[in-house]
Every structure is written in C-alpha cells, then in structure tokens.
C-alpha cells in the first residue's frame, strides 16, 4: 500500500487503473475519505467489507462523475430526486434511488434501491472520471475506518485504521482534510417524497427551500437518532455537555474557556471548523490515550444537527 500526497493526473490515472483491476484505493472526498473498489466487482467489493469489519447486509454508496452517470445505476427516478442532483452535486449529498440491472446485490446489501453521491473534491472527481474513461461504470466507496470507528478525514487517519489490511498494490490518495468533515447527508427517494436518513451538510432548510416540502420533517426536530449502539466512536468514553475532570480531553467552541488541567483537542470558531475538525479531535483524543472525551454540542439546526447526530451515536451508553 503506498500513499500518493497531492496526486497528478498521472498518479491518479494509475489509481483508476488499480481499481479498474480490481484493488482498493482510498481517496478524498470532502465529507471524509472513502474505500473505494470497483461498483461491478463482486470480488473487489468483498474486500471492502473483510477490511472494514463490516457487515454485509450493509449497503455502499456508488460514487459516480456527475448527474450524467445517474440513469446507469438507477431506474424511476422521480423529478424532485433530479432537482435535488441538479442543485446540490457535486456535493455531500446521498440519493438513495430505485436500482437498475447494474446495481447488484453485494452492492445494495440486497435492496431494490442504491445509494448514489458525486462528490465536490478535485481529486476524487478526477478519479471518477479516469475510472468511467477505463470502461468503470462507478465507485463503491464507505467511510474508510473499521466499521463503528470514527471516520477518516485525512490520509494518515485512513493509514492509522486500515493501512495494516491494505495490500501491496492497493493505494491511498492522499488530497489535504476533507473540508465538510461529516458524512454525506443521505436523502431516500423512493418513499414518495424527500426522506432524510443521515443529516448532513445539506440541511433539512436547504432541502426545503429548493422543493417546498420534505417528508420526515418532524425528524428535523429530534436531537437523537442512533440506529447503532456504538457508531463514530473513538476508543475513549465520551461524553456529552457534562463538566470535564482534569485529565479529560474537551471539544467545544472557541468562546467557552478550558477548565484548568483539561486537555484541550478542538476549538472551533464556527460550526463549519466545528464539523471539519470534529473527527480528527476524536482521534487525537486516541493518540494521546485519554480515557474520557467530553464535548459541548452545537445548538441549533442545519450543520449543529447533523454534528449532534453523530456524537449521539459516538457517546458511550
Ligand atoms: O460522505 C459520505 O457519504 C461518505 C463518503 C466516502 O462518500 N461515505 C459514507 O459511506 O459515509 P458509509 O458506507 O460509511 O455510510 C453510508 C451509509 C450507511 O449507513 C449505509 O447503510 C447507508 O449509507 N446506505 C447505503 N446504501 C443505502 C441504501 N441503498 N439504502 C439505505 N441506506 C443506504
Ligand atoms: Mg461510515
């Protein structure tokens, strides 16, 4: 496995080749760095899955180009999903859609529909599209940490997880921090009407304000949805708006002060620094063995939700 930093075209060529054959390549996307294998390669695919830890009843995201590449993966699609295509890719946005014949199973984990995003970074795009010049159709790609950990948003941070599991010939791309920070906002299409799955960077009022309405809106209002008991989480306890202990690793927003003898791993002078440098806190947090993390979560809706949604589902229970 080597780690390619600021790619040229060439190195980026060789990557779409890598995966064209079958292997992974990590690569940037500006919510975090994705695993990524070839979208029809059953085999390859596999990989991502024996890698990561990950159950594979769980779908992946295919990664494609641009809106052109949609009709390929998916059949029906109605005309707000393609609105939404229009406005917000590339982007961190997730369109779950009905599948065509080339989604497969191992690709879907079995459902009828498929995940689909065009992401907003040079280096990923340029991927994509060296990989669709090769004959590839689009790019599977999860977050690329063992699965239940903290996302990567940076080459190293993709080493540090999975580098001991990746293969001679496997390559990471390594294209500077993702700049959004946390996952894609992921959107179901398929339920007659917008249906937010996954908060993310494309908020519930960017959402509406481009289509009128949104199905779950009322979900926009609850400030927990974990699905799994422990997802997004760092090796240490974290904990939640409660007052730090010396020793403690703290995050919060610039204007709140640390507490003497508290360890300070973040502190973000807005909401975008906060989503942005959430992930590598965490991690930091790891390095340095602390065995309590403790967070003051962002008020308000848009990006502070989605941010809640995640360290819900990192907090220890
Ligand atoms: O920002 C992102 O979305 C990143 C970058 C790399 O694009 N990817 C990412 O993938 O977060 P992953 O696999 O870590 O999370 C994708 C989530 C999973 O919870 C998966 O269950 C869900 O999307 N998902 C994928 N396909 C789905 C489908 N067809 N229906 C419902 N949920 C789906
Ligand atoms: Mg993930």
Redesign the pocket.
């Known amino acids: 496995m080597e780690i390619t930093s600021n790619p040229t075209q060439n190195e980026i060529k060789r990557a779409a080749k890598a995966l064209k054959d079958g292997h992974l390549v990590a690569?940037p996307?500006?919510?975090?760095?994705?695993?990524?294998a070839d979208a029809t390669n059953e085999k390859a695919i596999s990989r991502i899955y024996s890698v990561?830890g990950?159950p594979t009843n769980?779908?992946?995201?295919v990664?494609i180009s641009s809106i052109g590449q949609l009709h390929k993966w998916a059949i029906d699609i109605p005309d707000y999903a393609i609105k939404l295509a229009k406005k917000f890719w590339p982007g961190?946005m997730?369109l779950?859609?009905k599948?065509s014949d080339l989604a497969k199973d191992y690709?879907?984990?079995g459902?009828d529909?498929?995940?689909l995003?065009v992401?907003n970074q040079p280096v990923?795009l340029s991927l994509l599209s060296e990989f669709e010049l090769l004959g590839g159709q689009g790019v599977a790609?999860?977050?690329?940490?063992k699965f239940g950990a903290v996302?990567p948003t940076s080459a190293k941070a993709v080493k540090d997880e999975i580098g001991n599991l990746l293969k001679i010939e496997d390559l990471i791309l390594d294209g500077g921090q993702s700049l959004?920070g946390?996952?894609?906002t992921?959107i179901?299409c398929?339920k007659g009407g917008p249906t937010v799955?996954?908060p993310?960077a494309i908020t519930y009022k960017m959402i509406k304000g481009l289509l009128g309405y949104i199905k779950n809106e009322k979900y926009a209002q609850i400030r927990v949805s974990g699905?799994f008991k422990s997802h997004y989480s760092p090796k240490a306890i974290v904990l939640l708006d409660t007052k730090p202990e010396p020793g403690d690793g703290f995050i919060a927003q610039a204007e709140i002060l640390t507490p003497t003898g508290v360890i300070r791993l973040a502190t973000p002078i807005d909401i975008d620094m906060f989503a942005r440098d959430l992930y590598a806190a965490l991690r930091l947090g790891d390095d340095k063995n602390l065995s309590r993390i403790v967070v003051y979560t962002p008020e308000g809706d848009g990006l502070s939700a989605a941010i809640r949604d995640r360290l819900e589902k990192a907090k220890s229970k």
Do not use: C, M, W
């Open positions: 690569f996307t500006e919510t975090v760095y994705g695993l990524g990561k990950r769980h779908p992946l995201i990664h961190p997730t779950i859609l599948r690709v879907t984990g459902q529909n498929v995940a995003r992401p990923a790609a999860p977050s690329a940490n996302s959004v946390i996952e894609s992921i179901d398929t799955l996954r993310g699905q």
